[in-house]
């Protein structure tokens, strides 16, 4: 039991593979919000910097519910439920009831809110690319096949949360 971290219970060589996890966690996501902090300067006369962040949580998710929107934000019942009622009123999202459920309401971007988003995301697109441009083609697959797999193990534990640690 001498290899067992006190902190976390797990053999030390693990808990040093996760810091590089960790790390690369925190990298990035302080380069998106640093980007998402810049473009929200051009639109913060309209839109209040947390209800900003929260459309550009949801944006690839669209159309949704309420309960979507809760997941995605973390937001309460009430807080996604006052989110959408205020972006609708600043003309960001409209609402609309379920085809299949009458009960359930879809909430949708207005077209300019989604010209907003994509061109958000292009000019992402663009500042991602440039920290990548100086890698090699080989280099570049790494990172997709290990961006790939990031991606199917979050996506395979949706529901994990701190509740069961």
């Keep these: 039991m001498d290899d067992v ?3 976390s219970g797990q053999p030390e060589y693990l808990l040093d593979r996760l810091e590089v996890f960790k ?9 998106r919000k640093r980007f998402i902090e810049k473009d929200w300067e051009h639109y913060a006369k309209l839109i209040p910097r947390q209800q900003f962040l929260h459309l550009m949580m949801v944006r690839h ?4 519910n309420l309960s979507k929107i809760m997941q995605i934000t973390g937001m309460t019942s009430s807080g996604a439920s006052i989110f959408v009622d205020k972006m609708v009123k600043l003309g960001a999202l409209k609402r609309h009831e379920s085809s299949d459920d009458r009960r359930n309401i879809v909430v949708s971007f207005t077209p300019r809110a989604q010209a907003i988003t994509d061109r ?11 920290f990548f441009s100086g890698c090699s ?13 990031v991606c199917r193990v979050l996506d395979a534990n949706p529901d994990k949360s701190d509740e069961e640690l």
């Design 5 to 7: 971290s006190p902190l």
């Design 23 to 31: 790390k690369m966690c925190r990298m990035l996501e302080i380069k």
């Design 61 to 64: 998710s669209m159309p949704c």
């Design 120 to 130: 958000i995301d292009d000019r992402l697109n663009q500042y991602i690319m440039r």
């Design 137 to 149: 083609e080989e280099e570049l697959l790494m990172l997709e096949a290990a961006s790939r797999l």
